[in-house]
Each structure stands twice: as structure tokens, then as C-alpha cells.
T-cell receptor, first 116, second 113 residues
Framework: GAVVSQHPSRVICKSGTSVKIECRSLDFQATTMFWYRQFPKQSLMLMATSNEGSKATYEQGVEKDKFLINHASLTLSTLTVTSAHPEDSSFYIC????????????FGPGTRLLVL | GQQLNQSPQSMFIQEGEDVSMNCTSSSIFNTWLWYKQDPGEGPVLLIALYKAGELTSNGRLTAQFGITRKDSFLNISASIPSDVGIYFCAGQPQGGTASKLTFGTGTRLQVTL
């Protein structure tokens, strides 16, 4: 099946620093990638949708200047958490979709972010 | 954001028992998906349903797309310890590049020997 990787798997950073998380589709070209955030014991909440070569679409309440998304190629999307604060500590998960509309989303293994 | 209601929220069952969980929505969905998430991992797709009334199996798992298109259920037969995890339903309202998944609240399954 399709494989999506994330790097790093976990990161600890100091408050005020920026953190970049990479999401790669390893064996298919992803026209669309999605970024989710999951707090402990909660469900996945969509943060933004990105299409290769265009600006990301952010969900309501998600600050686009704080969570920078770059989908530079059909196999790579990055999420940068700028000026991270402790409340940004969470599990960030990306997913990738090969086609449009009804095609399946494949999820990455997630990145655990802890901001001290 | 919108979430789908899943029930039960959590369940303890004995190994070998059958499990049933469901997902309901106030909105219509054109696709229903069921995922399993292990601790510290991303969700893994179990079953995808694309048509109202569709009943699909994947090994010991069976899922159905409700006729009203507002609900779905997942059954696990003869549970085993590795079935432990959180099960999420997800709905997709329509096709096209803008279609997004809405996730359910999750059902935490724990299996006792």
C-alpha cells in the first residue's frame, strides 16, 4: 500500500523557537496533503489542506502565519510551527492523497511536538 | 470544527467476543471510512465504503454504509489482543479537490484475556 513518512517522529524545543515537520509520500505522487493536529485523548482535527504548487487552505481558527505550510513538490509538504509555545504541544499528523475527491488519504506516523 | 458522534466512547471486552461500534452524523456523507490508531501512531485505514447500503468485509472486520448516508457501523468478530486501539470513523461529504475528511470522536477498545 501507499506509504507516507514524517520527520522527525518527535521533537522537543524551547518556547519561541520554530520547528519544521516534513511529510513525504514515498511511493506515489500526492496532489493534495493534509495536516492534522491531535491533542491527548481527542480526535484528529484538520488544520489545513495543501495542493502542490499553490497556497494552503487553512481551517477556521488556524493561524496561517503561525503554521506555515509549503507543498513544494508532489512528494513533500512541510509544516513549520513558528514561535512555538507550550500550548502548541501536540501530535501532528499529515496525510497524502494521490488523486482528487474520493481517492484514499494515507496517513503518516505522526510527529510528537513538545514545547518547553 | 464538525465531528461525527461515535459510540461507545470506550469498551472493555474479553478476547473472543464480537465488537460493534457506530458513527452518526447530522449531515450526509458520500464516503465513510474506518481507521484504527495505535498509541503514538497515525491512523491506518481499515475499510472504505462508497455507496449507501454497502456492506464490506476485511478479514474479521465488517462495516456498513447506512442507507440514510448519515451513519455507519463497524463490527469486529472474535476479538484478539492486537485489536486494542482507538477506532475512528471518518466521513467525506463530496468529491472534488476540496473534499475533506471529518473524523469521529473515536472508540477506545481494550481487550482482556
Amino acid at each position: 500500500g501507499a506509504v507516507v513518512s514524517q520527520h522527525p517522529s518527535r521533537v522537543i524545543c524551547k518556547s519561541g523557537t520554530s520547528v519544521k515537520i516534513e511529510c513525504r509520500s514515498l511511493d506515489f505522487q500526492a496532489t493534495t496533503m493534509f495536516w492534522y493536529r491531535q491533542f491527548p485523548k481527542q480526535s484528529l482535527m484538520l488544520m489545513a489542506t495543501s495542493n502542490e504548487g499553490s497556497k494552503a487552505t487553512y481551517e477556521q481558527g488556524v493561524e496561517k502565519d503561525k503554521f506555515l505550510i509549503n507543498h513544494a513538490s508532489l512528494t513533500l509538504s512541510t509544516l513549520t510551527v513558528t514561535s512555538a509555545h507550550p500550548e502548541d504541544s501536540s501530535f501532528y499528523i499529515c496525510s497524502a492523497r494521490a488523486g482528487t475527491g474520493m481517492s484514499t488519504q494515507y496517513f503518516g506516523p505522526g510527529t510528537r511536538l513538545l514545547v518547553l | 470544527g464538525q465531528q461525527l458522534n461515535q459510540s461507545p466512547q470506550s469498551m472493555f471486552i474479553q478476547e473472543g467476543e464480537d465488537v460493534s461500534m457506530n458513527c452518526t452524523s447530522s449531515s450526509i456523507f458520500n464516503t465513510w471510512l474506518w481507521y484504527k490508531q495505535d498509541p503514538g501512531e497515525g491512523p491506518v485505514l481499515l475499510i472504505a465504503l462508497y455507496k449507501a447500503g454497502e456492506l464490506t468485509s476485511n478479514g474479521r472486520l465488517t462495516a456498513q454504509f447506512g442507507i440514510t448516508r448519515k451513519d455507519s457501523f463497524l463490527n469486529i468478530s472474535a476479538s484478539i489482543p492486537s485489536d486494542v486501539g482507538i477506532y475512528f470513523c471518518a466521513g467525506q461529504p463530496q468529491g472534488g479537490t476540496a473534499s475533506k475528511l471529518t473524523f469521529g470522536t473515536g472508540t477506545r477498545l481494550q481487550v482482556t484475556l
